[in-house]
């Protein structure tokens, strides 16, 4: 319903004004972070029959990776996510080889607050984006404050040395350069898919998208609400099938978007 609301206002204002609610043209590069190629261990769809995973080829892992999205949108460089930040993390050298240095960035929006996907904002107890906004769902930046700081250390360091920069938002938030908020709640407290123009950045709906994107009733172990993210899957692909969005994702393996 929400998401209805957004396309007719963002309709009406394309009609009536300046268009600052929309975005002309994306540019959308796929930053995969892993260095070495990355399988999801079938264990870790244990609710997948064995014959399933057989018949699919699956048995040695499902392919994946870990990515962030760098998008060139509005005269701005925005980053989703911000992957692990592992030793031979490809994200600050893929930055730099499509001409973005680290200090360029202006805005990264947070999928969720796993550390595959934050790890890579910071380096050294120092910010790695100095001069970016950090967007981030106040439901899910809640809810992981909530718990208890032993569990949360990397998440409250981080937040920490981004503490000047933080934009914390609500779903009926107006966004900067056009960029739309989904609710995708289930694989953490407040998973959040952004659309940009056509596109989805579609966070962790899914693992394994050789398995998921047809048995989406089938979650990886790191969904934290199982039942409520296959309840996500199915709306966000439906969604995307529905109006023609293509949706990216930060394990989907190459060409990292369905
Ligand atoms: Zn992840």
Same mark, same amino acid.
């Given at each position: 319903m929400r998401h209805k609301t957004f396309l007719l206002l963002a309709a009406a204002l394309t009609f009536t004004c300046a268009c600052r609610n929309t975005v002309a043209e994306v540019e959308i590069h796929p930053i995969q972070d892993n260095a070495q190629p990355r399988l999801m261990q079938r264990a870790l769809f244990s609710e997948a029959p064995d014959s399933l995973i057989a018949e699919l080829g699956l048995e040695e892992g499902i392919p994946a990776s870990v990515c962030a999205f760098l998008v060139k949108a509005d005269g701005k460089e925005i980053l989703f996510d911000a992957a692990n930040g592992a030793p031979d993390s490809q994200l600050v050298p893929k930055l730099i080889s499509l001409e973005v240095k680290p200090e360029d960035v202006d805005h990264i929006f947070i999928t969720?607050?796993? &550390? *595959?996907?934050?790890? +890579?904002?910071?380096?050294?107890? =120092?910010?790695?984006?100095?001069? @970016? #906004?950090?967007?981030?769902?106040?439901?899910?930046?809640?809810?992981?404050m909530a718990m208890p700081e032993e569990q949360t250390a990397r998440i409250r360091k981080t937040i920490e040395l981004y503490e000047?920069?933080?934009?914390?938002?609500?779903?009926?938030?107006?966004?900067?350069?056009?960029?739309?908020?989904?609710e995708a709640y289930g694989h953490t407290p407040g998973?959040?898919?952004?659309?940009i123009?056509?596109?989805?950045?579609? &966070? *962790?709906?899914?693992? +394994?998208?050789?398995?998921?994107? =047809?048995?989406?009733?089938?979650? @990886? #172990?790191?969904d934290m609400d199982k039942t409520q993210a296959v309840e996500t899957r199915k709306a966000v692909m439906k969604t995307a099938q529905e109006e023609g969005l293509r949706v990216y994702g930060m394990h989907f393996p190459d060409p990292y978007w369905l």
């Open positions: 969720h607050l796993h &550390g *595959d996907h934050i790890g +890579g904002l910071t380096a050294d107890d =120092k910010a790695v984006f100095p001069n @970016a #906004r950090l967007h981030i769902n106040t439901v899910e930046l809640d809810a992981w000047d920069s933080l934009d914390k938002f609500t779903l009926d938030d107006t966004l900067p350069c056009g960029i739309k908020a989904i998973h959040t898919v952004y659309q123009g056509t596109n989805i950045i579609a &966070g *962790d709906i899914m693992h +394994g998208t050789a398995l998921q994107v =047809k048995y989406p009733q089938y979650s @990886a #172990r790191f």
